[in-house]
C-alpha cells in the first residue's frame, strides 16, 4: 500500500470549498465558516457534520485508498469533535425552540440526546432531555413533557450514585 501525505493547508481548503454549498439548513453556512474561523469549535463542528461525507469523497478521490482518506479524516472524527457538535446542538436547539420551531427543535435535540448517550456524559444529557420536555410544553403535551423531565431527573440521579 502506497502511502500519500495530503498537502499542506488541502483540508482547509476543502473544508472552505464545501462550506459553501448550501444545505438547506436555517443556520447560515457563511455565519458559521465566520464563526468557525474565529476559533468556534462547535461552528466547526456542524460544518463538519454536514460536509463529512463531502469531504471523505474527496480525499479518498485524492488520496486512492478509502483507508488514507479515512485516517487523513481521523483528527476531525474524535469523541472531543462529537462533544463540540452535541453542545452545538443543544445551542441550535435551543434558539429553535425560541423561535416557534419546536418540529425542527425537537430534531435538533434528539441528535443532541444520541451523541450524549454515546459519549457518556450524563448533566449534559440531562440538559437535552429537560430542552427535549420544553419542546413538547410548547407543542401543548404536558405528559411527553414530564416524561422527559424524569429522564433528566434519572439521568442525575444516576450519575451521582456513579459520582460523576
Known amino acids: 500500500m502506497t502511502r500519500r ?13 464545501f462550506a459553501t454549498t448550501p444545505v438547506g439548513s436555517t443556520v447560515d ?8 474561523r474565529a476559533g468556534d469549535r462547535g461552528a466547526f463542528a456542524l460544518l463538519y457534520e454536514r460536509h463529512k461525507r463531502g469531504l471523505y469523497l474527496f480525499a479518498r478521490k485524492l488520496l486512492g485508498e478509502p483507508d488514507a482518506a479515512r485516517e487523513a479524516l481521523a483528527p476531525f472524527s474524535a469523541d472531543d469533535m462529537d ?5 452545538a446542538l443543544l445551542d441550535l436547539g435551543y434558539c429553535e425552540l425560541t423561535q416557534g420551531r419546536g418540529p425542527e427543535a425537537r430534531k435538533t435535540l434528539e441528535r443532541a440526546v444520541a451523541i450524549w448517550k454515546r459519549i457518556g456524559n450524563p448533566r449534559r444529557l440531562a440538559q437535552a432531555y429537560r430542552q427535549l420536555g420544553n419542546v413538547c410544553l ?9 416524561g422527559f423531565y424524569r429522564k433528566a431527573l434519572e439521568t442525575m440521579d444516576g450519575a451521582d450514585e456513579e459520582g460523576r
Not at 5 to 16: D, F, S
Not at 29 to 36: F, G, I, S, T
Not at 83 to 87: K, V, Y
Not at 138 to 146: F, M, R
Open 29 to 36: 453556512e457563511a455565519e458559521l465558516v465566520m464563526r468557525a
Open 138 to 146: 410548547t407543542e401543548k403535551n404536558p405528559d411527553e413533557a414530564e
Open 5 to 17: 501525505t495530503l498537502p499542506p493547508g488541502i483540508v482547509a481548503k476543502v473544508a472552505e470549498e
Open 83 to 87: 462533544e463540540d457538535l452535541a453542545i
